[in-house]
């Protein structure tokens, strides 16, 4: 495989609309704690809420395509985070990986970039277990959280 090949269009699409799909499940997972008294949250809502149109601009796809996708992607994780104890644990162990992680970033001693890799490690693969247990269980309602996360956008025609 040629490293060097460009990604097809339709892949750069899927890429565009699973960006600006995070960008707005960031708001909105913020705006849940915002609501639930966090100012610090509060402010960075309009910050993550700018995010996710300049996000839309800049990948070329209208907000009116990009909301309902964005919206129906957060709906159904926010379904599978109340419907599902597994994936509740998936989510923890991606926390902390990631709390892991950012502990390794603020270490200036001549181990932490090794350990820094093995926790980037530890994390991705968290992640991934992540995305599993949403798939396996969206699978069992009925659908798809990969393809509902990354549905291509829909033609202008």
């Not at 899927?14 to 995070?22: D, F, M, Y």
């Not at 129906?72 to 599978?80: D, E, F, M, Y």
Request: proline share 3%; with cysteine.
């Amino acid at each position: 495989m040629n490293s060097n090949k460009p990604l097809s269009k339709e892949t750069r699409d899927r890429i565009a609309t699973l960006s600006v799909s995070a960008r707005f499940h960031s708001f909105t997972s913020m705006l849940l704690h915002a609501l639930a008294g966090d100012e610090a949250a509060a402010r960075k809502c309009a910050m993550l809420l700018d995010s996710f149109q300049q996000s839309a601009v800049t990948n070329n796809i209208t907000l009116n395509k990009a909301l309902p996708r964005a919206i129906r992607s957060a709906v159904k994780s926010a379904q599978l985070r109340v419907e599902g104890a597994d994936i509740e644990e998936a989510q923890l162990a991606l926390a902390r990986a990631g709390m892991r992680l950012f502990a390794e970033t603020l270490a200036t001693d001549m181990e932490a970039d090794r350990r820094r890799a093995h926790r980037s490690e530890v994390m991705h693969a968290a992640s991934m277990a992540h995305m599993l247990e949403c798939e396996l269980r969206s699978q069992t309602e009925g659908w798809s959280y990969l393809n509902t996360t990354a549905d291509p956008p829909e033609n202008d025609n």
